[in-house]
């Protein structure tokens, strides 16, 4: 993946004006249902809920990759084709507005098509999360401990105007956009980049003869890398004649913290992932098992390789993940704008400009106000509450429901997540696993997923009919796992603890 930044400076300044585009062609977001639910999966019950990692079939479980890649949105689409290819073509990465007769709906070879009927309230998400190097195991039947490495990036849009949707695909001086009033709030745009490391514990902590609780937390250290943010508190902007940047009255904010993107033909530009910021977050949960079961002994098939799958008639649990924040403190500016107005003629002529020299010159233009300027700037993580049901249907077939509800904290700037209800039919051994969830992004927007594993390796994709060319895709998922498991009894029947 690569950052276009000379695309990304054109935006800069029609972000200023419309509260949205994206500064990156090629963006992901987490969301794995496929690789999150199932009895064997180990390691990334943490991505869904601390508390799963104990009581469960594997003894140790080593993670060597887990990697997801997502994209999601509600008014940009491409033609059904095998997206996988779609990198590669670079015809593709231009969202270069082109200003040649559009008609909505219109194909453009190559490039992304905008829906005739604009959603009000369309959204983007997206990121990637790799999962590097890690490791779970057992400290006894009760009890585990999990070391974790990881790598995100995460992309938050939400509440994007139909006529802001129509400006970014068509650029400023398209008939239909320009002379038109932009009236919006609540506009959130927000990106961030971050390595991390954590660690996680969980253990039983009550059982009797009919249910066992369970209780976990993850603590994570995280380094920054770039983050950006807008947030729009009240825009009122007008597009006099597609050159001006104009808006009286409006209240917004905007941060950055990244390579610069100064000289990016020269060799010596400075695109390098570095650190800029630091931050912590953690993760808690809690899950309740009804037994199949009567008798407090352990049966030793529950934790050994054998026909019978996890002995559970239900389980089901609440989880709070990625509270936390990142400080973003080099190459980092902060401006916030309070009721200002401005006009800035023929504003997109900065195409050769460092992000921060944009940013200073358009604070030169406002009136009505001084703008609030800082040197570092907090982000919050994409937080979210999450409930999760899983049941056993009979022996191997299993039904499980896990809901992902987004937590956002007023007047802050954080990372949005996406609101999912993912229901999930699966085949469960210990062998090999099938599951097909059936997944509504943001209560709205309906796709099927696909999810394989046999033994230590793990494909599928959220979004299986788009990714690979089946219809029009206003998204793409893709991810897999390679891990190395040990169960709780070894193939010759002896119990390891």
């Not at 239909?176 to 709030?185: G, N, Y």
Request: proline share 3%.
């Amino acid at each position: 993946m690569k950052f276009k930044f000379g695309k990304y400076k054109y935006l800069i300044c029609s972000i200023l004006l419309s509260f949205f585009y994206i500064p990156f062609t090629q963006l992901y977001a987490q969301s794995q249902i496929g690789l999150t639910v199932g009895n064997y999966i180990g390691i990334n019950h943490l991505q869904v809920n601390p508390a799963n990692i104990c009581f469960q079939p594997l003894a140790v479980d080593l993670s060597i990759v887990s990697f997801d890649g997502n994209l999601n949105n509600n008014n940009f689409y491409s033609e059904a084709t095998f997206l996988l290819t779609r990198p590669f073509n670079n015809n593709f990465n231009k969202l270069v507005p082109q200003n040649k007769g559009f008609n909505s709906d219109a194909v453009k070879e190559s490039n992304l098509v905008v829906k005739k009927n604009l959603q009000p309230n369309g959204y983007i998400f997206g990121g990637v999360y790799a999962l590097g190097p890690s490791i779970l195991f057992a400290i006894n039947k009760k009890k585990s401990l999990a070391f974790t490495t990881g790598f995100r990036t995460h992309l938050g849009i939400t509440n994007i105007s139909d006529l802001t949707a129509n400006t970014i695909f068509e650029g400023l001086t398209f008939s239909e956009v320009i002379f038109q009033k932009m009236k919006m709030t609540d506009t959130k745009v927000s990106f961030a980049s971050w390595a991390e490391c954590g660690i996680s514990y969980a253990q039983v902590i009550n059982e009797n003869n009919h249910y066992m609780h369970r209780l976990g937390f993850t603590v994570k250290g995280l380094l920054g890398l770039s983050g950006a943010y807008i947030y729009d508190r009240g825009f009122n902007g007008e597009n006099e004649n597609g050159k001006d940047l104009i808006f009286n009255n409006s209240s917004f904010s905007y941060a950055y913290s990244g390579p610069t993107t100064k000289n990016i033909n020269a060799a010596n530009a400075q695109n390098d992932l570095k650190i800029r910021g630091f931050g912590a977050g953690f993760d808690i949960g809690y899950s309740v098992e009804k037994k199949n079961y009567t008798s407090t002994r352990y049966c030793p098939k529950m934790y050994g390789f054998s026909t019978v799958s996890v002995d559970y008639k239900w389980k089901a649990g609440i989880s709070i993940l990625d509270i936390g924040a990142i400080k973003f403190d080099q190459n980092a500016f902060l401006t916030e704008i309070d009721n200002g107005s401005m006009r800035w003629p023929k504003f997109d002529s900065l195409l050769n400009k460092d992000v921060a020299e944009i940013d200073a010159l358009f604070r030169s233009f406002v009136t009505g106000t001084t703008p609030k300027t800082a040197n570092a700037f907090w982000l919050i993580l994409p937080s979210a509450v999450s409930i999760q049901f899983d049941y056993r249907v009979v022996q191997e077939f299993f039904a499980n429901i896990t809901i992902y509800q987004r937590i956002t904290l007023a007047q802050m700037p954080s990372l949005s997540r996406m609101n999912v209800i993912a229901l999930t039919p699966r085949y469960d051994s210990e062998i090999w696993t099938l599951s097909m969830p059936f997944i509504l992004n943001e209560y709205k927007n309906f796709n099927i997923g696909i999810a394989y594993r046999y033994k230590y390796i793990t494909v599928g994709s959220d979004r299986v009919a788009e990714t690979f060319g089946l219809k029009q895709a206003y998204g793409a998922d893709i991810y897999a796992s390679l891990k190395y498991y040990i169960g709780h009894q070894s193939s010759k029947g002896r119990k390891l603890f």
